[in-house]
Nanobody, 125 residues
């Protein structure tokens, strides 16, 4: 089970850190991804991280601004979001797949086995 948190209202240029807390004893076996869904739009891939934390991928629109990380001892993954823009406004979801390695379909939501509830991020002045 995954629990996303950390969303809120922030001004353009601000920062937020999202957390994805997992229950269960095998969090370190999972690839973890973040997706987002803006009003009226389809859910889209944001970032993904390998179980060991040493391999990750980002959507082009967030490269250089967002950083994905994880702490397997705490069973938590993070999404640090800097230089936020109004177009980053969306409900953010974390997801996980029981695999050690990031497969080629990591950008599709059907790749993931488990999903957390979303957390709302609103970027507005």
């Amino acid at each position: 089970q995954l629990q996303a948190s950390g969303g809120g209202l922030v001004q353009p240029g601000g920062s937020l850190r999202l957390s994805c807390a997992a229950s269960g004893s095998t969090f370190s076996n999972y690839v973890v991804g973040w997706f987002r869904q803006a009003p009226g739009k389809e859910r889209e891939f944001v970032a993904v991280i390998k179980w060991s934390g040493d391999s990750f991928y980002y959507a082009d629109g967030v490269k250089g601004r967002f950083t994905i990380s994880r702490d397997n001892a705490e069973k938590t993954a993070y999404l640090q979001m800097n230089s936020l823009k109004p177009e980053d406004t969306a409900v953010y979801y974390c997801a996980a797949r029981n695999t050690h390695f990031i497969g080629p379909l990591y950008g599709t939501d059907t790749y993931y086995d488990y999903w957390g509830q979303g957390t709302q991020v609103t970027v507005s002045s």
